[in-house]
């Protein structure tokens, strides 16, 4: 897993919205990337939700968020649509970036061994180098515990 204070892996993604996302080409600014498990599941509904709620919070303060899973893009869409979601998400379905910042994990669930993306979250600063990692997350409060760590870079 990439540590705090490592230059942040590079990646060119699709957005939705349409185009891609380049993470290097944001540098200037500080990221936030929430990795969550799957689309229009309630947790990653809730997380969603909360960062949305957010958004204007997290502007206000110069910091571009994206939530990334392994869904399309169409399925980000219809997403964003049926819940109103305004956080720009990022399509990784083949698992690269997933894999660079190691929330691909063995999971277990029901007595079930299988892989899938380990909810976590990256703050990467205005350089392009991690400044906090929250891995394993809970989803209540965390949107607003990230908007509190970005307001003492």
């Known amino acids: 897993m990439p540590e705090i ?20 080409d944001l540098k200037g600014a500080p990221v936030v990337l929430f990795f969550y498990p799957r689309d229009d599941t309630s947790g990653c509904t809730k997380e969603n939700e909360d960062f949305t709620r957010l958004m204007p919070e997290f502007e206000a303060a110069g910091v ?10 169409a399925s980000h869409d219809k997403f964003m ?46 350089e392009g ?3 906090e990692i929250w891995p394993k997350v809970k989803v ?9 760590r970005i307001q003492t870079l």
């Open 5 to 24: 204070g490592d230059t942040a892996p590079d990646f060119t993604l699709p957005v939705t919205g349409g185009g891609e996302t380049t993470l290097s």
């Open 64 to 73: 571009k968020v994206f939530g990334i899973s392994k869904d399309s893009i």
């Open 81 to 126: 649509e049926k819940k109103s979601l305004g956080v720009p998400l990022l399509s990784d379905e083949n698992s690269d970036v997933c894999e660079s910042y190691d929330v691909w994990k063995e999971k277990k669930m029901y007595g079930k061994t299988f892989m899938g993306i380990e909810r976590s979250t990256f703050l990467i600063d205005a």
């Open 129 to 131: 180098r991690i400044a």
């Open 140 to 148: 209540p409060g965390h949107a607003e515990a990230v908007l509190e």
